[in-house]
């Protein structure tokens, strides 16, 4: 019986499709790429929202036949900021320094080590504190895997335990701080407990704050965590007022651990949350 050979090329738009489609049901905003260049010319729209299924299917599926490499859009339309490392030695100097994360990539070079975005800018960056490391935020992109290095012609893999990062849940993935690359000390903040008065005020406050998946949920998590941060509660009540809203206000529900993820990060940088642009259902 005679079998169908099917041509590496097929193949390898196949198992790029996989990975963009895997990519954006992981929220994470995509791109094709010429080698390491944009081969849209108006992708910056895609920093403010994700591509669609029909995109994607577009660019990287059977019927295209531009051999794209595949990029990740960095920022809060990704929930993502990423850590490039260009060289041996400044990779070890930033694992030896800096807290891990399960999501690392191999480069030609280096590495890029993915963490979740803060919720406030971060911009892009590079060669930063003298070293061959730049950052990859609002406004950026990574070339991802399985992409080819236009030069070298070596793969970007994952060299993460599971070897991707549909294995990996939101807690398990720690939070960039912009105080790692240079900036001011986090604000303290001395918490005492308020009375209940005020914790319904407080949740009031957050009510009108919805995170939907897909449409910006992290950030909206993040601020409503930040609102109730700047108001002066406590941990155990921060978790307290989010643990219920979580149960109205979000699409899908957070875990516990994540919402408890929200509410260190925000108590920990002391922010000043951002009134403006409130999502609604």
Same mark, same amino acid.
């Given at each position: ?174 939070? /960039?701080?912009?105080?790692?690359? %240079? +900036? ?8 005492? #407990? @308020?009375? =209940?008065?005020? &914790? ?9 704050? /919805?995170?939907?998946?897909?449409? %910006? +949920? ?8 930040? #609102? @109730?941060? =700047?108001?002066? &509660? ?32 925000? &108590? ?14």
């Amino acid at each position: 019986m005679d079998t169908m050979e099917v041509k590496p090329e097929i193949l390898e738009r196949a198992y790029m499709l996989h990975h963009a489609l895997e990519y954006s049901d992981r929220g994470w905003s995509v791109m094709p790429l010429y080698g390491k260049k944009p081969a849209l010319a108006a992708w910056k729209e895609f920093q403010s929202h994700r591509p669609t299924l029909g995109m994607l299917h577009h660019w990287f599926g059977m019927m295209n036949q531009n051999a794209y490499n595949l990029a990740v859009i960095t920022g809060r339309v990704s929930d993502l900021v990423v850590v490039d490392t260009d060289s041996p030695e400044a990779t070890r100097w930033w694992e030896s320094t800096f807290p891990p994360t399960p999501l690392v990539c191999k480069t030609s070079k280096g590495k890029h080590f993915y963490f979740r975005h803060p919720g406030t800018e971060v911009r892009n960056g590079r060669y930063l504190l003298n070293r061959a490391v730049d950052l990859r935020g609002d406004g950026g992109y990574v070339v991802a895997p399985p992409s080819i290095h236009p030069e070298s012609q070596t793969a970007y893999e994952w060299i993460s335990p599971g070897d991707g990062p549909w294995y990996w849940k939101l807690d398990e993935v720690p939070v /960039f701080n912009r105080n790692w690359l %240079g +900036g001011t000390a986090p604000r303290v903040v001395q918490m005492t #407990r @308020l009375p =209940d008065a005020n &914790l319904e005020r407080a949740r009031r406050y957050i009510a009108k704050i /919805f995170a939907v998946s897909g449409q %910006g +949920g992290h950030d909206a998590t993040f601020r409503a965590a930040c #609102r @109730l941060a =700047d108001r002066g &509660l406590p941990e155990d009540q921060m978790m307290e007022i989010l643990l219920a809203w979580n149960e109205t206000n979000a699409t899908p529900k957070w875990t516990e651990a994540e919402i408890r993820h929200k509410v260190q990060d925000a &108590l920990k940088r002391g922010c000043m949350a951002d009134a403006t642009n409130v999502p609604s259902r």
